[in-house]
């Protein structure tokens, strides 16, 4: 068992996970069906056609970005 602390964009997500009632996963997959796109076009579709705040959306493009980059 680990106490490590969560870092980063994950952090924000059992926070998202509670607030949108949607996994992470499913996030993830509607930020790449609407590759490609830049950064903040991905952030401002989360929130204008899913309500989101920005500092969640930034937080699941962020780490959708940095997953697929590293593959």
């Known amino acids: 068992m680990t106490d490590e ?3 980063g964009p994950a ?3 059992p926070a998202i996970e509670k607030k949108y009632g ?3 996963a499913e996030w993830q997959a509607l930020v790449r069906q609407h590759y490609p796109a ?3 076009e991905l952030v401002a579709m989360l929130k ?3 309500g989101m705040g ?3 959306a930034n937080a699941i493009v962020a780490q959708t970005l940095a997953e697929d980059k590293g593959g």
């Open 5 to 7: 602390k969560i870092k």
């Open 11 to 13: 952090s924000y997500f």
């Open 22 to 24: 949607r996994p992470i």
């Open 38 to 40: 830049r950064h903040m």
């Open 48 to 50: 204008t056609a899913h």
């Open 54 to 56: 920005h500092g969640h």
